[in-house]
C-alpha cells in the first residue's frame, strides 16, 4: 500500500530554509505517512535545486506566483493526500501522530503556529494567528495545509495570484477546516526586520483591502516594498 500524502512546498531562493523543512518530514516518512516530494520552483537561482535533489525531490518549474507554484505542484501530487508547507516552515515532534489521526476523515487541516523567535512580539502574534485560525477559520500559508485531493478538487483548489492564496483556499473551505493537535514552527525573519507590530499590521491591513476587492496584483505589489 502506498503512503498516502504528498508534500508540496513552494520555493523561491529558499536554499537555507528547505533543508530544516525537509529534516522535519523524516519523522513523517518513517511512520509510513509521506510518499513524495514535491518542490514547486518560482525561478530560484540560488542552490534550492541541488537541495531539492538531495533530498529525492520531484522538482517543478514556473512563474514566480505563489498560489502559481502551489497549483502545479498539487496538479504534479499523486497522493490521496496534499500536505502544503511552506519552506521556512518546520513542523514539530509527533506531528505525524496528529496527522494520522486526521486521515480517518475527510475535512481539511492546519497545525498551530509558532515562531523561532522569543519575546512578547512573537507570543502576541502566534496567539493572534491561532485564534484568527480557530474563530474564522482562516489559517494562513505558514500554518500548513493538509487536505485529501478529493477536497482540494472539489473546490478548485489554489488560485494562480501572486498574493492571498492561502486566504483563497481557506475561504473555499469554510467550514471544513479543523486544527491539528501539532505544531509548525516558522521564521521569524520578516516580523524581525519590520518590528512586530509593524509587519503584524501591514498583515491585516493588506487581508482588509483583500476583503473589499482590491486586486492581488496591487496588493501583492505593496506586500513587497520594505
Given at each position: 500500500?502506498?503512503a498516502?500524502?504528498?508534500?508540496?512546498?513552494?520555493v523561491?531562493?529558499?536554499?537555507?530554509?528547505?533543508?530544516?523543512?525537509?529534516?522535519a518530514?523524516?519523522?513523517?516518512?518513517?511512520?509510513?505517512?509521506?510518499?513524495?516530494?514535491?518542490?514547486?520552483?518560482?525561478?530560484?537561482?540560488?542552490?534550492?535545486?541541488?537541495?531539492?535533489?538531495?533530498?529525492?525531490?520531484?522538482?517543478?518549474?514556473?512563474?514566480?506566483s505563489?498560489?502559481?507554484?502551489?497549483?502545479r505542484?498539487?496538479?504534479?501530487?499523486?497522493?490521496?493526500?496534499?500536505?502544503?508547507?511552506?519552506?521556512?516552515?518546520?513542523?514539530?515532534?509527533?506531528?505525524?501522530?496528529?496527522?494520522k489521526?486526521?486521515?480517518?476523515?475527510?475535512?481539511?487541516g492546519?497545525f498551530?503556529?509558532?515562531?523561532?523567535?522569543k519575546?512578547?512580539g512573537?507570543?502576541?502574534?502566534?496567539r493572534?494567528?491561532?485564534?484568527?485560525?480557530?474563530?474564522f477559520?482562516?489559517?494562513?500559508?505558514?500554518?500548513?495545509?493538509?487536505?485529501?485531493?478529493?477536497?482540494?478538487?472539489?473546490?478548485?483548489?489554489?488560485?494562480?495570484?501572486?498574493?492571498?492564496?492561502?486566504v483563497?483556499?481557506?475561504?473555499?473551505?469554510?467550514?471544513?477546516?479543523i486544527?491539528?493537535?501539532?505544531?509548525?514552527?516558522?521564521?521569524?525573519?520578516?516580523?524581525?526586520?519590520?518590528?512586530?507590530?509593524?509587519?503584524?499590521?501591514?498583515?491585516l491591513?493588506?487581508?482588509a483591502?483583500?476583503?473589499?476587492?482590491?486586486?492581488?496584483?496591487?496588493?501583492?505589489?505593496?506586500?513587497?516594498?520594505?
Amino acid at each position: 500500500m502506498r503512503a498516502p500524502i504528498s508534500v508540496v512546498i513552494p520555493v523561491l531562493n529558499s536554499e537555507a530554509a528547505l533543508v530544516g523543512c525537509a529534516a522535519a518530514l523524516m519523522e513523517g516518512v518513517e511512520a509510513g505517512l509521506i510518499r513524495e516530494v514535491i518542490v514547486s520552483d518560482g525561478g530560484s537561482c540560488d542552490a534550492t535545486q541541488v537541495i531539492a535533489d538531495e533530498i529525492g525531490a520531484t522538482w517543478v518549474s514556473g512563474p514566480a506566483s505563489r498560489g502559481g507554484q502551489l497549483m502545479r505542484g498539487c496538479v504534479a501530487a499523486k497522493g490521496e493526500w496534499l500536505l502544503i508547507l511552506h519552506a521556512d516552515t518546520q513542523l514539530q515532534a509527533r506531528w505525524s501522530e496528529a496527522v494520522k489521526q486526521h486521515l480517518i476523515g475527510n475535512a481539511a487541516g492546519y497545525f498551530r503556529l509558532a515562531f523561532d523567535a522569543k519575546g512578547l512580539g512573537a507570543r502576541y502574534v502566534e496567539r493572534w494567528a491561532n485564534l484568527r485560525s480557530r474563530l474564522f477559520q482562516l489559517p494562513y500559508g505558514d500554518q500548513g495545509l493538509l487536505i485529501s485531493r478529493a477536497l482540494y478538487d472539489e473546490v478548485g483548489g489554489y488560485l494562480d495570484q501572486p498574493l492571498m492564496e492561502d486566504v483563497a483556499i481557506a475561504r473555499a473551505l469554510w467550514g471544513q477546516l479543523i486544527g491539528l493537535d501539532a505544531v509548525a514552527l516558522t521564521s521569524a525573519e520578516k516580523y524581525i526586520n519590520q518590528g512586530w507590530l509593524v509587519r503584524g499590521g501591514r498583515n491585516l491591513w493588506t487581508l482588509a483591502r483583500y476583503f473589499f476587492g482590491v486586486p492581488v496584483e496591487t496588493l501583492a505589489a505593496a506586500y513587497r516594498r520594505p
